[in-house]
């Protein structure tokens, strides 16, 4: 679809798949649309061309769909109990017990109670009808179809209560898959009411509160405590802990202050921000966050693709083998009618309902789960895959490292610790080095007024480090190499074994000293992050190979390894090298994610059978390259997305063997002619209600 046409509305009132289906073919021949797409996960259609609301209320009317704009108002929901489709059920059971209370007074065949029963029968499927009888003119077999043929089939051969009683169990079952739909759709909908639809906005010297869609890129927002940003934006006044649960996932609040990025969605706990507005509404991160769940809703899982082929063929040879069953024993002698019964209780088990709805409402369930918990699936192919990982291959840095480095260690020789390290921040300060970025930060953290130490004759020392005088002293900072040629007598054996065991913790080791002694060593490396450890630990216990993949030298890239337990180690890769390897990993283990920032790793995210980007509430490249995103940049929602997606692809197979073994079993009991359509209907039924529950068992997974 072409973005520039494309319109997209809201639809209220789907009650199954296969109408989602039927609206979206019907949509497909209104005049001036070129192309559709329904999202029935979402509850969206998309339109490519030019329409009207009428006309797509029109291609709905068989369903009653309700359509609005997608920037309209949400649509309220009714209460389940108080829906119109349910107050038919209600008058239908109603209509039903009085005409069994009828029959057990005047006989079954009475006049009275038959006129009960077809009532009951007409104002229970009506719309079941309209729908099947349509289908039937068009010879499209679904399970509309096959009730229908069935109900009307029980009322020929007189069978008024059983078809009565096989209306309302289907209304009952169509009732609860709509029921457990609306619980998944709730899920987005709660996404979408995360962030406020105005806000206080600053133009010039004028306040005034605005709706979202009119806020422009540059707008100052003002965020009271305790109120939700509207926006995403960059804070140019204040300071305050802002709760991010609802974008990353993480429940401990995160101070902001000027320059720093802060979302739409986020609750402000105690200060007063003042915020420049940085994106439109349908531009923030929440908005996109919604957008990417909605679109993996729409994505079909290899085994919803399965089970749709399936049901395509299933459906036309349930009904062959129902006429069979019908005719053929008749015609060497059989009762008519009791295998006409059986036929028609064929029809009835032989739904495809069960099936159907067996995949995609584990896969919305699945999927808005995880958004809630800060972890984007992209879609149910993702979702099904990444519950198959054999072995995952991580990044070190950014990734298995926090990316930035810390001074780990400081040695002293005749010195105290303070003062070596503001005489080594003094001659840093101003160096662009990254390495004198953590001496700095060190000092700072020590509280060190090093600032104010005065530096003369500063001069750098290529690829070795930099000289200067401080109160008179000349003092070097570098390499070790560098006090090998500048001391008389080279490094000591006492201080080198000191650092030998640094360098081998994978520590960049620099040195203090004068051209007479070495007075210090600072060892600085990238600290491994605190989650890490653990989690590769889960992961190896899961039976996941672990792999650590960088550009970094053996040294370092083998201390660090060693230090959170990955199975493997590969160093001194290049962005190619480690796509290589990724195909090859693939090559022996078939499905295997790989978890980066998002960035220089996008070629071998792209390779990988399930790409991971850390941190995707800071970036917009992690959200679009990755397939899965873990919002907070917390490696601990990893193991949790593994075990959702194993769930989810347990409950999957389990919903697909569960309904083929009940439809099997009932058909089985034609051979005696135990087969009824009260127990056809209630293997039908039955089967689509635990389906549906088994599913929702996925809103309980927790990280």
């Not at 919803?304 to 399936?310: E, L, S």
Request: aromatic share 6%.
């Amino acid at each position: 679809m072409s973005e520039e046409e494309m319109k997209v509305y809201r639809v209220q009132g789907f009650t199954c798949i296969n109408c989602a289906a039927i609206f979206e073919e019907n949509v497909k021949q209104l005049p001036g649309v070129h192309d559709a797409k329904v999202n029935f996960g979402a509850s969206k259609v998309m339109v490519q061309g030019t329409t009207t609301i009428e006309a797509l209320e029109k291609a709905g009317a068989f369903e009653n769909l309700i359509i609005r704009d997608e920037k309209a108002q949400k649509i309220e929901r009714e209460p389940f109990w108080k829906q119109r489709q349910n107050r038919k059920v209600y008058l239908s059971a109603l209509l039903l017990v009085i005409s069994w209370l009828l029959s057990l007074q005047y006989g079954e065949g009475h006049i009275l109670p038959t006129i009960g029963f077809a009532l009951s029968i007409v104002i229970g499927g009506v719309s079941l009808f309209m729908k099947g009888l349509k289908n039937l003119s068009r010879f499209t077999f679904d399970m509309n179809t096959l009730m229908t043929i069935a109900i009307i089939g029980a009322a020929l051969i007189g069978e008024w209560s059983e078809g009565a009683m096989v209306v309302i169990l289907f209304a009952i079952s169509e009732a609860l898959e709509r029921y457990s739909m609306d619980k998944a759709r709730q899920s987005i909908e709660s996404l979408m009411d995360i962030a406020p639809k105005e806000a206080l906005i600053r133009r010039g010297t004028d306040e005034m509160i605005v709706h979202v869609d009119e806020i422009q890129v540059g707008d100052i927002m003002i965020v009271k405590p305790g109120q939700k940003l509207a926006m995403d934006g960059i804070v140019i006044k204040g300071t305050s802990a802002l709760n991010q649960a609802a974008i990353t996932g993480e429940s401990v609040p995160v101070m902001k202050s000027k320059d720093d990025e802060v979302f739409a969605g986020t609750l402000n706990e105690e200060g007063l921000l003042e915020v420049s507005v940085t994106k439109r509404v349908d531009d923030t991160t929440l908005a996109k966050i919604i957008h990417l769940v909605e679109e993996a809703q729409a994505e079909r899982a290899p085994s919803q693709a399965f089970v749709d082929k399936f049901a395509k063929y299933y459906t036309p040879a349930i009904v062959g083998l129902a006429a069979v069953i019908m005719v053929a024993p008749s015609l060497f002698g059989g009762d008519w009618s009791h295998w006409i019964y059986q036929g028609l209780a064929i029809l009835v088990v032989g739904c495809p309902c069960a099936l159907v709805v067996s995949t995609p409402v584990a896969v919305v369930t699945a999927i808005g789960n995880a958004a809630k918990n800060g972890v984007l699936i992209k879609g149910g192919v993702y979702l099904e895959e990444t519950g198959q990982l054999k072995a995952i291959a991580f990044d070190k840095t950014g990734t298995l490292t926090k990316g930035i480095p810390a001074v780990t260690d400081v040695v002293t020789y005749g010195r105290s610790e303070n003062e070596v390290l503001a005489i080594t921040a003094a001659i840093e300060n101003g160096s662009q080095h990254p390495l004198a970025s953590a001496i700095l930060k060190k000092a700072e953290a020590h509280g060190l007024n090093f600032k104010d130490v005065v530096v003369d004759e500063f001069q750098s020392i290529t690829g070795k480090g930099v000289k200067a005088n401080v109160n008179q002293i000349l003092y070097y900072v570098g390499s070790p190499n560098l006090f090998e040629e500048t001391l008389q007598n080279g490094i000591e054996a006492s201080i080198k074994e000191t650092l030998s065991e640094l360098q081998l913790q994978g520590k960049t080791v620099m040195l203090l000293g004068t051209e007479k002694e070495i007075l210090s060593l600072i060892a600085v490396a990238d600290e491994v992050r605190d989650s890490s450890k653990e989690v590769i630990r889960r992961l190896n216990q899961m039976g996941i190979e672990t792999v650590m993949l960088t550009g970094d030298n053996e040294r370092t890239a083998a201390a660090i390894g060693k230090q959170v337990g990955v199975s493997t180690i590969k160093a001194d890769l290049l962005p190619e090298d480690k796509l290589k390897f990724i195909k090859k990993l693939r090559g022996n283990y078939q499905s295997v994610a790989m978890v980066g920032d998002g960035v220089n790793d996008a070629p071998a995210l792209a390779a990988a059978s399930v790409g991971v980007a850390m941190g995707g509430a800071g970036t917009d490249t992690a959200l679009e390259t990755a397939d899965i995103a873990l919002m907070s940049d917390d490696l601990n929602q990893l193991p949790y997305t593994i075990q959702l997606s194993k769930k989810a692809l347990a409950i999957i197979k389990q919903n697909i063997t569960f309904s083929l073994a009940i439809k099997l079993v009932a058909l089985l009991l034609v051979v005696p002619g135990w087969l009824t359509l009260w127990i056809a209907i209630f293997a039908d039924m039955g089967a689509t209600l635990l389906v549906t529950l088994n599913s929702l068992r996925l809103l309980k997974v927790k990280e």
